[in-house]
């Protein structure tokens, strides 16, 4: 079988870059996915193993699982970085937010990048720390995986979630670096909040602390913390408030592929749906039929007899 010229042309062209991103990746992962780094010191003319800055060490497995794990590093990161070793100054370079790549870009135009920006510009972050609090506060370029739209568990897509609230807010150091103040102890700022751990690891933060936007997968109009909400009813009713945000997506897919028995099935009578098993649902719904059933049938008999 034989190619047109263009088309072998392009493939080594396309291998060529693969190739020396492969490499450049595999040059910046030699020391930022280890514990330690070589470099050589001009003072003692000999090669020197020093301790990486445990905030540049990566887990390449991570990486390649994320959203941008096919890019090599210098995409993103000033080609400078191909020197070793790096110049000081290049840790001053200013890191791109997702509306740099994505904005304006029809290729995601369903994700919303501009009225997402949109939101979060109102948000409790924005509004105190303007410029300074960018996407890559919450969601790290390396390692961000878009969960809410790729995971069937809930679960999965809570733990995901939280992780990134927790890792600045339960995290004095990282908190420290966009305040002045310490870092709040959740448990104690929660102390209201009944079963705490129950809360933590099957709701999502943004459940309680967003404005719900329903033209959006997930809200980014953090509130400040007088605006949470803080009663259960809001949650725990039949209209839950759940329903709108992390079960929204969820209980749509499931009226789509399981019809109207499925419309019944998916939606849940109160809070957490993790909780709810469908097998029990349905026997629950055979045996009211059943029921029904047998008090209209002897309805009937007893007419017939009168």
């Known amino acids: 079988?034989?190619?047109p010229q263009y088309r072998i042309s392009f493939l080594l062209l396309f291998l060529a870059s693969f190739t020396t991103n492969l490499k450049a990746d595999n040059d910046c992962l030699r020391c930022h996915a280890n514990n330690t780094h070589s470099i050589y010191n001009d003072w003692t003319e000999r090669n020197e193993k020093r301790l990486m800055n445990p905030y540049y060490i990566l887990d390449s497995l991570r990486i390649k699982a994320g959203v941008h794990g096919s890019?090599?590093?210098i995409?993103?990161?000033?080609s400078d970085y191909e020197t070793y070793p790096h110049q000081g100054e290049l840790k001053l370079e200013p890191l791109m937010t997702c509306i740099d790549c994505h904005g304006g870009d029809e290729n995601f135009a369903d994700?919303?990048?501009?009225?997402i920006e949109t939101e979060f510009g109102k948000s409790v972050h924005a509004t105190a720390l303007g410029e300074v609090f960018t996407c890559s506060k919450c969601h790290s370029q390396h390692y961000y995986q878009a969960k809410a739209r790729t995971s069937e568990s809930v679960r999965d897509i809570v733990k995901f979630s939280n992780e990134m609230c927790i890792s600045c807010h339960d995290n004095t150091s990282k908190y420290q670096l966009m305040s002045d103040s310490l870092s709040p102890k959740l448990v104690e700022t929660h102390d209201w909040l009944p079963n705490q751990k129950l809360h933590f690891e099957n709701v999502r933060c943004i459940e309680c602390h967003t404005q719900i936007q329903d033209s959006l997968m997930v809200s980014h109009?953090?509130?400040p913390k007088e605006k949470a909400l803080k009663l259960c009813v809001e949650c725990h009713t039949a209209n839950s408030h759940l329903n709108a945000s992390l079960y929204k997506y969820k209980n749509i897919q499931a009226r789509s592929e399981k019809g109207k028995v499925g419309i019944i099935l998916a939606n849940k009578s109160y809070v957490i749906g993790a909780y709810q098993n469908e097998t029990l649902n349905l026997l629950s719904i055979l045996i009211f039929m059943a029921v029904i059933g047998g008090i209209i049938i002897h309805s009937f008999f007893r007419i017939i007899k009168k």
């Not at 994700?111 to 009225?115: A, D, P, V």
Request: hydrophobic letters at 40%.
């Open 75 to 78: 995409d993103c990161h000033s």
């Open 221 to 223: 109009n953090i509130l």
């Open 1 to 3: 079988m034989r190619f």
């Open 111 to 115: 994700y919303k990048f501009e009225e």
């Open 71 to 73: 890019f090599a590093c």
